[in-house]
């Protein structure tokens, strides 16, 4: 017999401070809990997605719920079945007497649920414990996507397992493997040895591991073979397969028959993806109508794998024979020769990758971000395609792209481009969590302060069960310090606070490495100003202000000081060519005393996007 529903008490508040994104409804009850030895899964589908769970329940100290298959002696703390009602990446979870009911449709969206529970759960002495819930919850985007470039840094298996976990927790669905470029070759063919680079780490079996523990846990893997641009690799170990340049492979029919066989290889592994995608962009020399050409011809045969084809914003539109066909999924990240309200209205879906607010770019071969504050993120106007270069005729600043509508707009994109394993987490996670949420539920998430607190409060779960740590900011040594009245002073940017792992504290931490440098953003068409306000007032008569420059790129500024905080007086400032090859500048003066330092700053002339600020840190001295 089954019990009817128990009544809830609290209101939806409580519980989004624990969920993210935020379902879209959710009460929690406040007295009784549901807690018990073992967890019933009713489909055998969901097996997966239930072990998934039980581990990640294992691994945060809940170690004794056994698995079963039907009801027993045991005493379930969550039954699991399916729903074929639901849509396919919705969930249900309600209380019905001890046991919390689980339902979707899908793996996906038992993969959705389960997120849920790890993030309500509470583990105390092994035994795991969740209070009384009403969810009903399903995505307002179907495409939540990250995308890992592997053809340029390797990306350990450890460390894309781990992505997985990320994305599942947080709801993302689509890992996108950027898999080929120029630089680095992951992918392991057997038709095309030669092709395969060992550095970057990965054996076939190691792929095949990944599409069972990612279909685990609700996350997809998209595999990217990029052609015809980007395709050095291919032509130089392969002439004789792929040609002797970018035309040749898009043109010669030996040289279409081949990438056809490394697809091939890709949809054997990743056998559960929807979607296979074949680059497109950058082609530089190839004609036009060629790319367009080889697009569609490789469209048909993706499409008797029974797979959709992607592209990422390339060629223009075409016309008659030579119009890329019309089932072909853009992603429009530039908006320039190809704007995403042109492939709307051509009748194409896209899904939305614009520089600003998504790309997230390491610069290859520097350690040099791109990147911008988790606050644009989380405001993602999915009609809205803008670029983070002032030169840009998409300058996010002056005049973005806009579409007229969100029809034909499947989700995002967030690309991890060029970048090392080092870094990709501190960056990334932050931001792809404000993503998901943003893409999830569009009227729930609406106040960016309540949803940092919820998202802060998720970290330790995540890193509990998934081995995920985010470094917090590290500072210099104080006895080191002494003598640095700006050392741990408080920093306050106009523009672009929220910058994980790079953030304003950095300008401040007493450590003036370059590689430990703030990321602001923007500093065009106005200059960004940093306000640095000392824990205590002192007699200053020396500033030395540090810089991440590369090569011969420097920050051009103006550094302003106060007594008060209120009437700041100029003390200095930089100019091109001022500093040679240093990285950092002196400025003396009379002491006086200083409460407050100012910095006005342009950003770094000469850098990938020189509207970035990219200050390491400012020290203050009495002389």
Same mark, same amino acid.
């Given at each position: 017999?089954?019990?009817?529903?128990?009544?809830?008490? !609290?209101?939806?508040?409580?519980?989004?401070?624990?969920?993210?994104?935020?379902?879209?409804?959710?009460?929690?009850?406040?007295?009784?809990?549901?807690?018990?030895?073992?967890?019933?899964?009713?489909?055998?589908?969901?097996?997966?997605?239930?072990?998934?769970?039980?581990?990640?329940?294992?691994?945060?100290?809940?170690?004794?719920?056994?698995?079963?298959?039907?009801?027993?002696?045991?005493?379930?703390?969550?039954?699991?079945?399916?729903?074929?009602?639901?849509?396919?990446?919705?969930?249900?979870?309600?209380?019905?007497?001890?046991?919390?009911?689980?339902?979707?449709?899908?793996?996906?969206?038992? /993969?959705?649920?389960?997120?849920?529970?790890?993030?309500?759960?509470?583990?105390?002495?092994?035994?795991?414990?969740? %209070?009384?819930?009403?969810?009903?919850?399903?995505?307002?985007?179907?495409?939540?996507?990250?995308?890992?470039?592997?053809?340029?840094?390797?990306?350990?298996?450890?460390?894309?397992?781990?992505?997985?976990?990320?994305?599942?927790?947080?709801?993302?669905?689509?890992?996108?493997?950027?898999?080929?470029?120029?630089? !680095?070759?992951?992918?392991?063919?057997?038709?095309?040895?030669?092709?395969?680079?060992?550095? /970057?780490?990965?054996?076939?079996?190691?792929?095949?591991?990944?599409?069972?523990?990612?279909?685990?846990?609700?996350?997809?893997?998209?595999?990217? =073979?990029?052609?015809?641009?980007?395709?050095?690799?291919?032509?130089?170990?392969?002439?004789?397969?792929?040609?002797?340049?970018?035309?040749?492979?898009?043109?010669?029919?030996?040289?279409?028959?081949?990438?056809?066989?490394?697809?091939?290889?890709?949809?054997?592994?990743?056998?559960?993806? %929807?979607?296979?995608?074949?680059?497109?962009?950058?082609?530089?020399?190839?004609?036009?109508?060629?790319?367009?050409?080889?697009?569609?011809?490789?469209?048909? =045969?993706?499409?008797?794998?029974?797979?959709?084809?992607?592209?990422?914003?390339?060629?223009?539109?075409?016309?008659?024979?030579?119009?890329?066909?019309?089932?072909?999924?853009?992603?429009?990240? *530039?908006?320039?020769?190809?704007?995403?309200?042109?492939?709307?209205?051509?009748?194409?879906?896209?899904?939305?990758?614009?520089?600003?607010?998504?790309?997230?770019?390491?610069?290859? %071969?520097?350690?040099?971000?791109?990147?911008?504050?988790?606050?644009?993120?989380?405001?993602?106007?999915?009609? *809205? =395609?803008?670029?983070?270069?002032?030169?840009?005729?998409?300058?996010?600043?002056?005049?973005?792209?806009?579409?007229?509508?969100?029809?034909?707009?499947?989700?995002?994109?967030? %690309?991890?481009?060029?970048?090392?394993?080092?870094?990709?987490?501190?960056? @990334?996670?932050?931001?792809?969590?404000?993503?998901?949420?943003?893409?999830?539920?569009?009227?729930?998430?609406? &106040?960016?302060?309540?949803?940092?607190?919820?998202?802060?409060?998720?970290?330790?779960?995540?890193?509990?069960?998934?081995?995920?740590?985010?470094?917090?900011?590290?500072?210099?040594?104080? &006895?080191?310090?002494?003598?640095?009245?700006?050392?741990?002073?408080?920093?306050?940017?106009?523009?672009?606070?929220?910058?994980?792992?790079?953030?304003?504290?950095?300008?401040?931490?007493?450590?003036?490495?370059?590689?430990?440098?703030?990321?602001?953003?923007?500093?065009?068409?106005?200059?960004?100003?940093?306000?640095?306000?000392?824990?205590?007032?002192?007699?200053?008569?020396?500033?030395?202000?540090?810089?991440?420059?590369?090569?011969?790129?420097?920050?051009?500024?103006?550094?302003?000081?106060?007594?008060?905080?209120?009437?700041?007086?100029?003390?200095?400032?930089?100019?091109?060519?001022?500093?040679?090859?240093?990285?950092?500048?002196?400025?003396?003066? &009379?002491?006086?005393?200083? /409460?407050?330092?100012?910095?006005?700053?342009?950003? @770094?002339?000469?850098?990938?996007?020189? /509207?970035?600020?990219?200050?390491?840190?400012?020290?203050?001295?009495?002389?």
């Amino acid at each position: 017999m089954i019990r009817p529903l128990i009544i809830l008490i !609290l209101s939806s508040a409580a519980a989004l401070a624990q969920i993210v994104p935020a379902p879209k409804s959710i009460k929690v009850g406040k007295e009784a809990t549901h807690t018990g030895d073992s967890i019933l899964c009713l489909e055998a589908g969901f097996r997966p997605q239930v072990d998934a769970f039980q581990e990640a329940l294992g691994k945060l100290g809940a170690d004794g719920l056994e698995i079963l298959d039907a009801a027993g002696g045991a005493k379930p703390v969550i039954a699991v079945a399916k729903d074929p009602k639901l849509e396919a990446e919705a969930y249900v979870i309600r209380s019905v007497g001890p046991t919390l009911q689980v339902t979707a449709s899908t793996t996906a969206g038992i /993969s959705h649920a389960t997120a849920s529970l790890l993030q309500m759960v509470t583990v105390k002495d092994g035994k795991a414990s969740w %209070p009384q819930l009403a969810i009903t919850d399903e995505p307002d985007f179907s495409y939540r996507s990250f995308m890992v470039d592997m053809g340029r840094n390797p990306h350990s298996p450890e460390l894309l397992r781990k992505t997985v976990d990320m994305m599942w927790f947080y709801k993302a669905n689509y890992l996108h493997l950027h898999l080929t470029d120029d630089q !680095l070759f992951s992918w392991p063919s057997k038709a095309f040895p030669k092709l395969h680079d060992e550095r /970057s780490g990965w054996s076939l079996e190691d792929f095949v591991e990944l599409e069972a523990y990612s279909q685990a846990r609700g996350v997809t893997v998209i595999p990217e =073979f990029e052609v015809p641009g980007h395709s050095g690799i291919l032509r130089g170990r392969h002439p004789e397969a792929f040609g002797e340049t970018p035309t040749d492979l898009a043109r010669e029919p030996f040289a279409r028959e081949s990438i056809k066989k490394v697809i091939a290889e890709m949809c054997e592994v990743f056998k559960a993806t %929807p979607y296979l995608h074949i680059g497109g962009d950058e082609a530089f020399g190839v004609p036009q109508e060629y790319q367009r050409d080889l697009i569609n011809e490789l469209n048909d =045969f993706i499409k008797e794998q029974g797979k959709r084809t992607i592209v990422w914003e390339g060629p223009h539109l075409g016309e008659g024979k030579n119009k890329v066909d019309e089932d072909v999924i853009h992603i429009p990240w *530039r908006s320039i020769e190809f704007p995403a309200g042109q492939m709307l209205k051509a009748g194409y879906e896209i899904v939305a990758a614009p520089w600003e607010p998504f790309y997230i770019v390491d610069h290859y %071969p520097q350690t040099m971000f791109t990147a911008v504050d988790l606050e644009r993120i989380y405001a993602w106007n999915p009609k *809205r =395609f803008a670029h983070i270069n002032h030169d840009f005729g998409t300058y996010a600043y002056r005049e973005p792209h806009m579409t007229k509508t969100t029809k034909g707009i499947l989700g995002f994109c967030m %690309p991890w481009w060029e970048g090392r394993e080092e870094n990709m987490m501190p960056l @990334c996670l932050p931001r792809l969590a404000a993503a998901a949420a943003a893409s999830w539920n569009r009227k729930g998430e609406d &106040d960016f302060a309540g949803y940092k607190k919820r998202f802060e409060e998720t970290l330790p779960t995540l890193e509990g069960f998934s081995g995920i740590e985010l470094p917090d900011v590290p500072f210099a040594d104080p &006895d080191t310090q002494k003598d640095n009245l700006a050392y741990r002073a408080e920093v306050t940017p106009s523009k672009g606070a929220e910058q994980p792992h790079f953030g304003p504290a950095r300008i401040t931490n007493g450590i003036p490495d370059k590689f430990d440098h703030f990321l602001g953003f923007p500093t065009k068409p106005e200059p960004l100003e940093i306000v640095i306000k000392f824990q205590k007032p002192g007699e200053v008569g020396r500033i030395v202000v540090y810089e991440r420059a590369v090569g011969g790129s420097q920050e051009v500024y103006r550094l302003f000081a106060s007594a008060d905080g209120k009437r700041f007086e100029k003390i200095g400032e930089t100019e091109m060519g001022s500093r040679g090859d240093k990285d950092h500048v002196v400025f003396t003066f &009379d002491p006086r005393e200083i /409460s407050h330092l100012k910095i006005e700053t342009d950003g @770094c002339e000469g850098l990938t996007f020189p /509207s970035f600020s990219r200050i390491s840190e400012v020290m203050a001295y009495e002389e």
